[in-house]
């Protein structure tokens, strides 16, 4: 297997060019079981990229640099005041010790059906900026991910999330065995925002998306508890596994909905 140590943003990109079916590698704490499992021909390694490990917070939004780690978020005093959702995600996140090594664009560039931050940062209608050696383009986070494990990536490299600053009412909840170092059986992030509804969850769809079916029948005026179990059929295709059944994780989600309701109506 080929390690490239990228210097600087300029040399990933060009090394990024150069070698095509490399992975690019942080923390390493997703791929470094497939390193071990020779399922990595090569790396490019972005661990000396400081450039790209920053939180700022501007006039309107909050900028994340692609290579932010989740304890860095955590720690982030702007973070805890003004996307405190994406602080209730970072506290539910392993351990300490591999939150000091994961990266957020990590764990939004492997597109586990488990990833803890990607339902979050849906609901915040996070931006995500790609660059490569032909330019830099923003698109919606809800746009990269299209499918299990499976980005619309052509040779670039996440730099930032960025996320609009303003007024809105959240939830969190992140289910699983244990009280820490806990893959989730399901989570569920939601928020309210100018009275609309976006609602997103983990491990409750070969991808982690937004659940575009219950935003609509929340975001009109009158609905029963029938049709949220409807609309949350249509946004969710659970699998059986050996965390849970699909049983379990509908009655859960839909237990964590009547408790996000709750929660918005005070
Ligand atoms: C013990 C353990 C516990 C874990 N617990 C959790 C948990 O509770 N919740 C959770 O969500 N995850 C968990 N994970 C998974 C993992 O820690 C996260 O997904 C992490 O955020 C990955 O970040 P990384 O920097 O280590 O990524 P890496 O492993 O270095 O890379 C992951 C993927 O992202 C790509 N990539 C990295 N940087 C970029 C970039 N800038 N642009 C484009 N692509 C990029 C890589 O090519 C690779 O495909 C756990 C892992 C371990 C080992």
Do not use: C, W
């Not at 339902?119 to 490569?132: E, G, H, I, Q, R």
């Not at 909840?173 to 925002?193: E, Y």
């Not at 049709?227 to 509908?250: C, H, L, Q, V, W």
């Amino acid at each position: 297997m080929k390690y490239l140590i990228a210097k600087n943003l300029d040399d990933a990109l060009t090394l990024r060019e150069e070698n095509p079916n490399f992975t690019l590698l942080f923390g390493a704490s997703d791929i470094a079981l497939k390193m071990k499992n020779n399922q990595v021909s090569g790396v490019v390694d972005l661990t000396h990229l400081d450039e790209l490990s920053y939180i700022r917070k501007n006039e309107n939004s909050i900028k994340i640099g692609a290579l932010t780690t989740i304890n860095a978020i955590l720690q982030n005093r702007d973070i805890t005041q003004f996307i405190p959702i994406l602080s209730e995600a970072s506290k539910e996140f392993a351990s300490h010790q591999i939150r000091n090594i994961a990266s957020l664009a990590g764990n939004v560039a492997n597109a586990s059906p488990v990833a803890d931050m990607i339902a979050p940062l849906l609901v915040l209608n996070a931006k995500v900026t790609l660059l490569s050696s032909k330019g830099e383009r923003t698109i919606f986070l809800s746009d990269l991910i299209i499918g299990f494990k499976s980005l619309d990536l052509n040779n670039e490299i996440i730099t930032s999330f960025e996320i609009e600053i303003q007024k809105r009412q959240h939830y969190y909840r992140k289910v699983g065995p244990r009280a820490k170092l806990n893959i989730a059986k399901l989570s569920l992030a939601m928020v309210k925002q100018d009275e609309r509804y976006f609602i997103s969850g983990a491990s409750l769809n070969p991808y982690v998306k937004r659940f575009t079916n219950l935003e609509e029948l929340l975001n009109g005026k009158n609905y029963s508890d029938v049709d949220i179990k409807e609309a949350m059929d249509k946004d969710i295709s659970p699998s059986g596994s050996f965390r849970s059944t699909k049983e379990y994780r509908r009655k859960v989600l839909f237990n964590m909905l009547g408790e996000a309701l709750g929660k918005f109506a005070i």
